[in-house]
C-alpha cells in the first residue's frame, strides 16, 4: 500500500516540472489528493462498504473539482495534472504511467449497466477537455489531444485530434522529438506535439497538389491537339492561386517559399516540375 503512494508521488515529480518538494505536492497536489481517495474508495468499493465508497468520492470531489466513481480501476502510477473537471465513470480502466489533464471525461454513451465506459492501455495521455466515450480501448502509448471527442477505438501509438477525433500519426516505437522524460514514460504534454497536422488539412493539401498536377496534364493535351488542327473554343480560365491550408507554422513557410519559387519561375519564362512537385510533397 505505502509502494504505491510513493509511486504516486514520484511520478508527479516525473511529470510536472513545477513539483519541488514532497511536501509541496503532498499538500498541494489536488490530483495526487483524487487519486489517493481513490485507492482507498475503491478498496471499500470491493468489500461493499458502496455508500461509504461513494461518500469519500463525493467529499473529494468537493475539495478537488475531479470526480472518480469508486467502481473505476486506475492503474499504478496514474497522474492527474490540475484536474479540475475530470470525471472518470464507474466502469473505466485506466492503465498504468497513464496522464489526464483538466477537463478529460472517460464517460459513457449508454444508460444500460455493464460495461459503458473506456479502457486506457498504458503510457496514454489525454489532453485538457478531451472527452473518451463509450466502451471502447485507448491502446498503449497513444495520445489524445485537447478538447478532443473520442467514440471509436484508438490503435496503439497513435494520436488523435479535432472532433470528431481523427487518427493523425501511428508511431511504430518512440518519436525522435521525444524527450528524456518522453524516452522512459511515452509522455507528451497535453497529447499533442508542435509537428502533429491537421488531418482535414492535409487531406485537402493532398487533392490540390492531384488537382494541380491534372490541370497541367490538361493544358499540354490541348497544346498538342491544336498543333494537330484540332479546333478548340477558347475559353479564358481564372488563374488560381496558392490556396493551401497550413496548420502549423513549418507549412506556412513551406507554402510561402514555395509561392516565392513559383513567381521566380513565372518572372524567367520557364515552367516549374509540377510531377517532381508532387512526389517532393508527399515525399
Not at 207 to 232: P, S
Amino acid at each position: 500500500m505505502f509502494d504505491r503512494v510513493k509511486e504516486d508521488i514520484r511520478c508527479v515529480f516525473d511529470r510536472d516540472p513545477a513539483a519541488r518538494h514532497w511536501f509541496e505536492v503532498i499538500t498541494t497536489y489536488p490530483g495526487l489528493h483524487a487519486v489517493l481517495a481513490h485507492r482507498l474508495s475503491h478498496a471499500l468499493w470491493k468489500r461493499g462498504f458502496c455508500w461509504l465508497a461513494r461518500w469519500i468520492s463525493g467529499v473529494f470531489r468537493w475539495l478537488t473539482g475531479i470526480e472518480i466513481h469508486p467502481g473505476a480501476q486506475l492503474g499504478r502510477r496514474f497522474f492527474i495534472d490540475h484536474g479540475m473537471g475530470v470525471v472518470i465513470g464507474e466502469t473505466a480502466v485506466v492503465g498504468d504511467d497513464c496522464t489526464l489533464y483538466h477537463g478529460v471525461t472517460l464517460g459513457g454513451t449508454s444508460w444500460r449497466k455493464g460495461k459503458r465506459h473506456p479502457t486506457l492501455g498504458d503510457n496514454v495521455v489525454v489532453g485538457a477537455g478531451a472527452k473518451v466515450l463509450g466502451p471502447i480501448e485507448i491502446g498503449n502509448d497513444a495520445r489524445i489531444g485537447s478538447n478532443a471527442v473520442v467514440v471509436k477505438p484508438v490503435p496503439p501509438g497513435a494520436t488523435v485530434v479535432g472532433v470528431p477525433g481523427r487518427l493523425v500519426g501511428v508511431s511504430a516505437g518512440d518519436a525522435p522529438h521525444r524527450g528524456k522524460i518522453a524516452d522512459k514514460l511515452g509522455f507528451d504534454a497535453y497529447g499533442v506535439t508542435k509537428d502533429a497536422p491537421d488531418p482535414v488539412a492535409h487531406a485537402i493539401n493532398c487533392m490540390l497538389d492531384h488537382i494541380h498536377v491534372m490541370d497541367k496534364r490538361m493544358e499540354g493535351m490541348c497544346e498538342a491537339m491544336k498543333r494537330l488542327g484540332a479546333e478548340q473554343p477558347d475559353v479564358a480560365l481564372p488563374s488560381i492561386d496558392s490556396c493551401e491550408i497550413a496548420s502549423t507554422s513549418e507549412e506556412l513557410l513551406r507554402i510561402r517559399s514555395g509561392d516565392k519559387g513559383q513567381a521566380a519561375y513565372e518572372g524567367s519564362g520557364e515552367t516549374p516540375d509540377s510531377d517532381s512537385r508532387n512526389d517532393g510533397e508527399r515525399g
